[in-house]
């Protein structure tokens, strides 16, 4: 209302929005509910735990600039990060438009005080008017948190030819990359570790050792179109003297890398250029090529009971990186975050593109130094005898008596690919039998291990408790009168090395250690472990990538570009997932006590799947506990009596 130059107040015409609220005016016809200051207040108080608040000033510190200057920041960090976490906890979009109408319309006064934000406007107007200010400042703050920890900085407002796209490449700074990167890992890992601390000391000490299963996610950039390095320069040699207006338009997203979906991955050095794209993709049987990053991901499992549940499979630590580029180098940052947990190294599972293919003094040798204990699939070329020192044999990460028969040898290769002489794959049965017979031939230690790790181990046949008994040893006289397993003379080597002549022979820990495991491979215990840890590290990039929860895959939900912004929205993500999969496992439990499980249903039951446990399964003709068969025509489904 205003006095007009004649002295008559001016009334503003009513705006007719139909049956349109405000409110919907406002918010672009989207509901909008506030936040409680508890649930403001509880991820406030997370975000603090992380530590990352200090870290974020040191990096600012580190990175200022003299001459600087500038109005103070209107949107800290702190809001930023604390406003991240009550998006995710919705399962909203992770935009900046949505995280500056959170700031401006869905706190109260109180949770605008805790984050240090400036009072809002509360007439309709004023708020309309403010709008644009209120995502200039978030937009602000946020690029600003990312400017510390990112690796690769380039211009994303527009999309580049591919001489920019080159000479954006030769103008990076490796040195900052590293740097950069360590700080992002960082960031990630606070979150998760944050997370991890904020179970019951009961859930966290549920085991002694922290056992992990880890793989790699592929997540979409905003902008998908990519391209080969390969092929860069025949793309920039075709652009010379061309009208730029009239060149095609390149990829907005430099720093990415051609994901083979189908096909065995490449594991190619940090610094070294990847080459992956259609032609190699051809040659090397990779197959659907899309743009894009990785998410590393390390998953909590249980080597001790893997059948139950102690605790919930959180994601432990985290990393992002380029496609093809340093696999088994972020796997080894993977252990070593997962270390912060405060518990000791245990087991580590992986697929066939981890320990199955990668160098050994990559991945092997620093995880061995770790204290990390591999728990993987063999490639099928390193079945069977592989090498041999001093005349033991190495098959599948155990050394044993050369004098094993052949048959016990190759049980796995049998059992994988079936009898060289055309016989056929053998069964179950016969495979653990023969695994079994193995054990009697394995080299045993005599001594610990010394100071520099090495270790005299001896034959099987020395000792005061030997397994076999062999024509070219002596039976150790306090050895105790049992049955054991003979040693045919047809079976011993033509040449006798140092393991049939000598009491012992010295054995670094690191010999054997590209085919180390914790258990014997295709055993059962192996089985039921690489199982269970092979299924939570999927089920959990599953649940991520599941629409209606984080759709950590999708780019629709993060709209901001660059390698940065996708690392936060990874660490964001994973968090919102841990502390959800908490909350579920501790509400299970309560459940659990207020429903106790009927006593009468045996303990195995319980543990087959639901379709097993209620319904009559007809193809293995099993039925429910209690239930009775029913002939003729009858649903597949048997009521308990």
Not at 75 to 82: D, G, K, V, Y
Not at 251 to 280: H, M, N, Q
Not at 422 to 433: K, L, M, Q, S, V
Not at 513 to 529: G, N
Request: charged share 25%; glycine share 6%.
């Amino acid at each position: 209302m205003s006095i007009l130059n004649g002295g008559e107040t001016y009334v503003p015409p009513a705006r007719d929005f139909g049956n349109i609220t405000p409110s919907e005016v406002l918010t672009r016809g989207r509901t909008v509910n506030p936040f409680t200051h508890e649930q403001v207040a509880t991820a406030e108080e997370r975000v603090r735990k992380t530590g990352m608040l200090e870290r974020l000033a040191t990096w600012h510190a580190q990175d200022h600039v003299e001459g600087g200057g500038g109005r103070p920041a209107i949107i800290s960090e702190r809001a930023i990060l604390t406003g991240m976490l009550l998006l995710a906890s919705e399962h909203k979009t992770l935009w900046i438009s949505t995280l500056a109408q959170l700031f401006q319309q869905r706190l109260d006064a109180e949770s605008r005080t805790l984050l240090g934000l400036p009072p809002t406007a509360t007439a309709f107007d004023d708020q309309l008017r403010t709008q644009k200010q209120w995502y200039r400042n978030t937009h602000n703050a946020f690029h600003r948190m990312l400017s510390v920890m990112d690796p690769f900085p380039q211009d994303r407002h527009f999309a580049i030819n591919y001489t920019q796209v080159q000479a954006t490449i030769d103008a990076h700074d490796h040195d900052h990359e590293r740097r950069m990167k360590a700080r992002l890992d960082e960031f990630t890992n606070a979150f998760l570790h944050m997370t991890f601390m904020e179970q019951s000391r009961k859930l966290r000490r549920a085991t002694t050792n922290i056992d992990i299963s880890l793989d790699q996610t592929f997540i979409h950039p905003p902008n998908k179109k990519g391209f080969s390095r390969k092929g860069l320069p025949s793309r920039v040699k075709a652009e010379r003297g061309v009208n730029p207006g009239q060149m095609k338009s390149g990829p907005v997203e430099v720093f990415a890398g051609l994901y083979p979906r189908k096909g065995s991955r490449p594991d190619i050095p940090r610094g070294a250029t990847d080459t992956t794209g259609p032609e190699e993709a051809r040659s090397k049987g990779y197959s659907d090529l899309v743009w894009g990053w990785m998410a590393n991901i390390a998953v909590r499992v249980d080597s001790e009971k893997p059948s139950q549940r102690r605790f919930p499979k959180l994601a432990v630590s985290a990393t992002l990186s380029q496609p093809n580029i340093a696999v088994s180098e972020e796997a080894v940052a993977l252990m070593q975050a997962a270390l912060s947990t405060g518990l000791n190294p245990g087991l580590v599972d992986a697929d066939k593109d981890y320990f199955a293919k990668a160098v050994t003094a990559r991945l092997h040798e620093p995880t061995f130094n770790l204290g990390f204990t591999p728990s993987t699939d063999y490639r099928v070329d390193r079945l069977g005898v592989q090498e041999q020192k001093a005349g033991a044999e190495l098959i599948e990460g155990t050394y044993y008596c050369p004098s094993m028969p052949a048959v016990l040898k190759d049980a796995t290769k049998i059992f994988v690919h079936g009898d060289e002489r055309g016989f056929g794959r053998d069964d179950d049965e016969t495979f653990y039998i023969r695994r079994n017979a193995r054990r009697d031939y394995e080299l045993r230690p005599k001594e610990k291990p010394d100071e520099k790790g090495r270790v005299p181990m001896m034959c099987p046949a020395l000792g005061d408790s030997p397994t076999v008994t062999c024509p070219l040893r002596e039976l150790s006289k306090n050895a105790i009168d049992k049955e054991r397993t003979a040693i045919e003379e047809e079976n011993l080597p033509s040449f006798m090395d140092k393991i049939c002549k000598q009491h012992s022979v010295s054995f670094h820990q690191s010999d054997g250690l590209r085919q180390r495991q914790a258990f014997p491979y295709k055993s059962k215990e192996w089985d039921e472990f690489h199982k269970h840890a092979r299924n939570s590290i999927e089920s959990l990039n599953d649940q991520v990538k599941d629409g209606g929860t984080e759709q950590l895959e999708l780019s629709t939900r993060r709209r901001v570009r660059g390698f940065a912004a996708a690392g936060v929205f990874v660490a964001i993500l994973l968090t919102n997932y841990n502390l959800r999969t908490i909350a579920a496992f501790i509400q299970e439990e309560l459940l659990a006590e207020l429903n106790p499980p009927d006593p009468t249903i045996p303990a195995r039951e319980k543990l087959k799947r639901r379709r097993d446990r209620v319904w009559h399964n007809p193809y293995t003709n099993t039925y429910p506990v209690g239930a009775k068969p029913v002939y003729g025509p009858q649903p597949l489904y048997v009521a308990r009596t």
